[in-house]
């Protein structure tokens, strides 16, 4: 098979939750433990770093992965979704998985797995273990899919788990209450591993740490005030912000997404941690090594190079500006709302699409009035008809059209736009995806 035939037999003959919903979703471990005897347990060849939670994991997975990048580690980052290409899943040092790999891995293994009928998900997670193996990585960021403690990544024994936050989503497997929902993630937790966990509340707070309590590890609340990093964030310009922090000066960051600052705060209490570890130590000048502090800025102002990192506040055009960004869930969309109202601009145009399974009635509460909007549907199963969100839309006071394709809605936007406007690509990392991939 080529390339383009062995990424179509994964996408259609395997169960794919982004293709087919609560259908491709498999709830267990078995075929993920089947599979890991098989190839021999391959995660346990390389240390790893496991990453949960709502939001906020892709962009946290990435800046460890890239500090670890910069301080001379060869680094396997597992991640998902993929916005143009299934390669961006699995990268080394960041550079994608190569074609090759991941033909010959689907022809010399499919008598093993095709009977036992895995998912998406549980394949591609065991190809990633593998292919960590056999570049001989130092160590691997791992990010979990939709869940935690069934989730098929949750077979490894990492240094450091880091669960980002909890808020609403995948209610229909994880649990309807916080509470529910904190108790998968937190299955990510293992005897005697640290855990850091970027924001809780009154609601999941406790289930932390009654799960740290039953598998003795030490847990950071990386929000509370003994452990807090970021103590101001000043803007730079329109595509760098400068972090001040207690413990390693005034770092500046790329990623200029307002929802980044809790997430780099995250990320530094897990440096912290690795450094306590061994994993990661202040520079001693006589060896010619740059600073952290140094090594932290130059991680965190180059992680879209270092990691392949994209959808995060992403500037992808000037004149007019064009944005993307993947938010996709009520708690996505509370951040990114401020960050609309807070872009000065003549007039803002919104092209915007859902899919099936998300809170857009609180969504649509959440968007400007003031903007034009381009109500689209990614090419997906899953997305919403645009004509309902549409629907919804006017029902709140929004005013837009309808555009069947991403391609025509951002078509649209930019022939209305004019010079100095301000054009936003988003609603779903699916339409993302299908903008990156159709328009850019």
Not at 113 to 119: A, G, I, N
Not at 157 to 173: A, E, K, R, W
Request: contains cysteine.
């Amino acid at each position: 098979m080529t390339y383009r035939e062995t990424t179509e037999y994964l996408f259609n003959q395997l169960p794919m939750f982004e293709r087919n919903g609560a259908k491709g979703y498999k709830n267990g471990l078995d075929n993920s433990l089947s599979l890991d005897v098989h190839f021999g347990h391959p995660h346990c060849s390389y240390k790893t770093i496991h990453v949960a939670g709502t939001n906020g994991k892709g962009s946290c997975s990435s800046m460890i992965a890239a500090l670890l990048q910069t301080a001379g580690y060869k680094v396997g980052l597992y991640t998902s979704p993929h916005l143009v290409d299934f390669r961006e899943r699995i990268r080394v040092n960041g550079r994608m998985v190569s074609e090759q790999y991941v033909i010959d891995f689907v022809e010399n293994e499919r008598h093993f797995f095709e009977p036992m009928r895995p998912s998406f998900f549980e394949l591609t997670t065991a190809m990633a273990f593998k292919y960590f193996e056999y570049m001989k990585v130092d160590i691997a960021v791992i990010e979990t899919g939709l869940g935690g403690r069934l989730d098929c990544t949750n077979i490894i024994n990492p240094i450091l788990s880091v669960i980002t936050n909890i808020s609403y989503d995948h209610t229909q497997f994880l649990g309807d209450t916080l509470a529910k929902i904190a108790t998968e993630k937190a299955g990510i937790i293992k005897d005697d591993v640290p855990v850091v966990i970027g924001n809780a509340n009154e609601e999941t707070k406790p289930v932390f740490l009654r799960k740290a309590l039953e598998t003795h590890s030490e847990i950071i609340f990386a929000q509370d005030d003994s452990n807090k990093e970021v103590s101001k964030v000043n803007k730079v310009d329109d595509s760098t912000l400068l972090y001040i922090t207690r413990s390693f000066g005034d770092i500046k960051c790329s990623l200029n997404g307002c929802y980044q600052e809790e997430n780099v705060n995250t990320v530094l209490v897990a440096v912290k941690n690795l450094m306590k570890q061994g994993y990661l130590c202040e520079c001693i000048t006589e060896n010619g090594r740059k600073s952290m502090y140094q090594e932290l800025t130059d991680a965190l102002m180059n992680v879209t190079k270092l990691t392949g990192l994209r959808g995060r506040w992403q500037t992808v055009k000037t004149a007019p500006k064009v944005v993307c960004d993947t938010g996709h869930n009520l708690a996505g969309w509370q951040f990114i709302s401020r960050q609309l109202a807070a872009t000065e601009s003549k007039q803002k145009h919104i092209v915007f699409g859902m899919v099936d399974d998300k809170d857009i009635d609180n969504v649509i509460k959440l968007l400007p009035k003031n903007a034009i909007f381009y109500f689209t549907e990614a090419n997906n199963h899953r997305a919403l008809p645009w004509l309902t969100i549409q629907g919804k839309a006017v029902a709140n006071g929004l005013i837009g059209g309808g555009y069947p394709t991403v391609k025509e809605a951002f078509a649209a936007a930019l022939k209305n736009a004019a010079h100095d406007d301000f054009i936003f690509v988003g609603g779903s990392s699916y339409v993302v995806a299908d903008f990156l991939k159709e328009c850019i």
